[in-house]
């Protein structure tokens, strides 16, 4: 049996939260979804510019009618949710925490995309004992992401990250994340919806509707599947310490000191 997460980003430019994460199920699921979820987006999916029909949530955001219809059918066929999300603001203060005096750290530009999945792959196959009812521990999921401009980094890094996990763990993962297109790809759009709301929850304030799946009256109760296991993961400023103290020791070969909060590295 193959098991299969699909994964996006999302935040807006404005906010500060930032979110990763989508769907899993195996190749036979996403196979009955595919086909279901398709027979919803001919009938009210948004149509590009080669009339082509697809789902994406931000721009269904004032039709929650036609997107509980999409709900329902990720709902019957995916027994597995995952995300990792935090502030940027966090983020860039706990950059800014980690100094080597005399050199300058070359960050790859901001990055949220890699430092985000690496949190999620990070926490994910840490924590597969809880999905152990659901994925045995002996399958292998592999990653599909969307087509981003953050495919390059993630391939540039992928070796060394892989290096660098615990053995008992390094088995758990699959080949390097496939990049496709979301918008000739059901799951994907899955992925999509998932980390929106994900993403809208943290950005009012009610992070605690992700497990719940709390949707509001938009979308009528209805029995899930079972089992199904919803995986949340939040970081913040002081759990990246260490993560990014390892990636800059790695880059530069030097001792790294972890500032406290509020210092200043250019002081």
């Not at 190749?27 to 590009?48: K, P």
């Amino acid at each position: 049996m193959g098991w299969h997460a699909y994964i996006d980003e999302s935040y807006t430019p404005d906010g500060d939260a930032y979110v990763i994460g989508g769907c899993i199920a195996t190749d036979q699921d996403w196979a009955t979804f595919s086909a279901e979820w398709c027979l919803f987006t001919e009938r009210f999916g948004r149509v590009d510019a080669h009339g082509h029909r697809y789902f994406h949530m931000a721009e269904m955001v004032h039709r929650f009618e036609e997107v509980g219809f999409f709900y329902s059918v990720i709902n019957k066929h995916v027994p597995v949710f995952v995300s990792a999300r935090f502030n940027r603001s966090e983020f860039n203060r706990a950059r800014n925490r980690i100094y080597i005096p005399g050199a300058a750290i070359e960050w790859d530009r901001q990055n949220y995309y890699w430092i985000a999945l690496r949190c999620l792959m990070d926490k994910f196959h840490l924590e597969r004992p809880q999905l152990d009812r659901i994925i045995p521990q002996n399958e292998v999921v592999q990653f599909h992401m969307d087509e981003t401009s953050d495919r390059k980094s993630v391939e540039r890094m992928w070796a060394e990250y892989i290096v660098h996990r615990p053995n008992d763990i390094r088995d758990r993962y699959a080949a390097i994340p496939v990049f496709e297109n979301d918008k000739h790809v059901p799951p994907l759009q899955a992925a999509d919806f998932w980390v929106w709301w994900v993403r809208e929850w943290c950005d009012i304030g009610q992070p605690d509707k992700i497990v719940r799946h709390d949707f509001g009256e938009f979308v009528k109760p209805t029995k899930w599947r079972s089992p199904r296991a919803t995986m949340d993961i939040a970081f913040t400023e002081e759990q990246f310490l260490p993560t990014l103290a390892r990636m800059a020791k790695n880059q530069s070969g030097r001792n790294v000191i972890v500032l406290s909060g509020g210092q200043d590295a250019d002081l």
